[in-house]
C-alpha cells in the first residue's frame, strides 16, 4: 500500500487445482521502532487465529470454496468477451479489458474458474492493484490508482456479463461495500457533483433560456437517463404496464434495453400527446450544457452543473430516501452495483460533512 503498510492474507489450496484467497483486512505496519514491532506482534497473532479458523473449517469439512460453482475458466471466458468486443467495434475498450484480464489472471492464477472469484478474491486483488509494480521498468513505481480503477471496472464488467448470461449464480461485485473499493477511489478521484433537493428546486423555479433544455433536464432528474437517451425518446417509448407507465429506451452508450417507472414528478415535464418527433428536440451537446450552466447561475448554484448532473441527481437523491443502491443500479442500467456505489460514497461524505458543521456550531 501506499503507506508501506503491508495487508495480510491466507493463500489456501485445496487439493483440486482451485485457489482461494481470504484477505484478513489486518495491516503490518512499517517502520522498526519497538512500537511498530509490538504492534505487528499483536498483528500477526490476531492473524495466527484466523489461520487456525480457517484451517478448522477445512478440516471439519466447513467447505470454504464451493465445488458445485461452474467450472469455466475466467481466461476462457474473458478471450471470448474481448473478442465479441472487438466485432461490435469497441478496439479501444478491449485493451483495457486485455490488460486487466491479464492482471487478474497473474493474481488469481490462469485457472482460476469464474465461480471461484468471490468478495475475497476481488478485495485481494484491489490491494494487488495498489502494491505492484507498474511495467514501466521503474524500479518502486507502482499502477496509477486510476489504472487501477480502470482495470477493476472493466473486471467488474466482464463478471456482470457472465452473471448477465448465466455462467454464474451471483455477482461478487454486488456484495462490495463503500469500505471496500475506498482505496481504489482514493482522495484525488472525481467526486460525482449532484444537485441537494433544495438546489433542485431552485432550478425548477429559475429562468431558462431554453424551454425545451428546462424539461428535459428536470425529466432526467427524475428518471435517470443520460443526455443521448432522452434526446432519442419518442412517445412510442413511453409504454404502459400493469403497474404503470415506463420509460422505455434501448441506452445508446451501452445499447441496454431498460424500463423505468415513470413518476408523477417526471411525467409532468412531458409535451403535449400530439407532439410529433423527439419529445425534448435539443440542440448540440455543447450548446446545451453551456445554456444549461447559465440557468444553474440564476438559480444561485455554484456547482459545475452539466447535464449528467442530473443522472448523479436522479441516483444521490434516491440513495437518500432509502432506496437500495441495487434498485438504483439497476434503474440506472448499471452491470454492476460496485459502479453505483460511488454515489453512495459521495452521499456518506456529505452527510459527515454536515454533521462536523452542526457539530461546530455547537462550539
Known amino acids: ?32 521502532s519497538a512500537a511498530a514491532k509490538h504492534a505487528n506482534a499483536e498483528i500477526m497473532n490476531l492473524a495466527e487465529i484466523e489461520r487456525a479458523k480457517y484451517l478448522r473449517q477445512l478440516i471439519e469439512g466447513a467447505g470454504i470454496i464451493n465445488p458445485a460453482k461452474p467450472q469455466m475458466r475466467f481466461a476462457d471466458f474473458a478471450d471470448q468477451y474481448i473478442k465479441e468486443r472487438i466485432k ?18 497473474t493474481f488469481a492464477g490462469e485457472d482460476v474458474r469464474l465461480g471461484a472469484i468471490d468478495e475475497d478474491l476481488l478485495r485481494g486483488f484491489i490491494a494487488y492493484l495498489l502494491e505492484k509494480e507498474a511495467r514501466s521498468g521503474k524500479p518502486g513505481e507502482t499502477i496509477k ?16 456479463t457472465a452473471h448477465t448470461r448465466g455462467l454464474i449464480t451471483r455477482n461478487p461485485f454486488n456484495n462490495l461495500s463503500v469500505a471496500d473499493t475506498k482505496d481504489l477511489r482514493g482522495a484525488t478521484s472525481r467526486r460525482a457533483v449532484y444537485l441537494t433537493a433544495e438546489e433542485l428546486h431552485a432550478m425548477q423555479g429559475a ?15 427524475f428518471t435517470g437517463l443520460r443526455l443521448s437517451d432522452v434526446k432519442q425518446l419518442k412517445w412510442s417509448n413511453i409504454v404502459e404496464r400493469e403497474n404503470g407507465y415506463f420509460v422505455s429506451v434501448t441506452m445508446k452508450k451501452t445499447r441496454q434495453a431498460i424500463e423505468v417507472p415513470l413518476s408523477e414528478a417526471a411525467a ?17 451537446d455543447v450548446a446545451t450544457n453551456i445554456t444549461l450552466r447559465r440557468w444553474a447561475e440564476r438559480a444561485g ?34 452491470k454492476s452495483v460496485s459502479t453505483t456505489m460511488i454515489y453512495a460514497d459521495v452521499l456518506a461524505e456529505d452527510m459527515i460533512e454536515a454533521t462536523a458543521k452542526i457539530g461546530g456550531m455547537a462550539q
Request: a positive charge; aromatic letters at 12%.
Open 1 to 32: 500500500m501506499k503507506s508501506g503498510a503491508r495487508s495480510l492474507y491466507l493463500d489456501i489450496y485445496t487439493g483440486n487445482g482451485k485457489r482461494k484467497y481470504v484477505f484478513l483486512k489486518l495491516y503490518l505496519q512499517p517502520g522498526k
Open 88 to 105: 461490435a467495434g469497441g478496439t479501444g475498450r478491449a485493451i483495457t479489458l486485455k490488460a486487466a484480464a491479464i492482471w487478474f489472471e
Open 145 to 160: 490508482r486510476s489504472t487501477a480503477r480502470n482495470y477493476f471496472a472493466a473486471i467488474s464488467v466482464m463478471i456482470g
Open 207 to 221: 429562468k431558462c433560456g431554453n424551454e425545451n433544455l428546462k424539461r428535459a433536464f428536470l425529466f432526467a432528474c
Open 268 to 284: 409532468a415535464y412531458l409535451p403535449p400527446r400530439e407532439q410529433e418527433g423527439a419529445l425534448f428536440p435539443l440542440s448540440c
Open 301 to 334: 448554484i455554484k456547482k459545475h452543473v452539466s447535464f449528467h448532473v442530473s443522472r448523479h441527481t436522479f441516483a444521490t437523491l434516491g440513495l437518500a430516501a432509502g432506496v437500495p443502491v441495487t434498485t438504483i443500479a439497476r434503474l440506472l442500467g448499471h
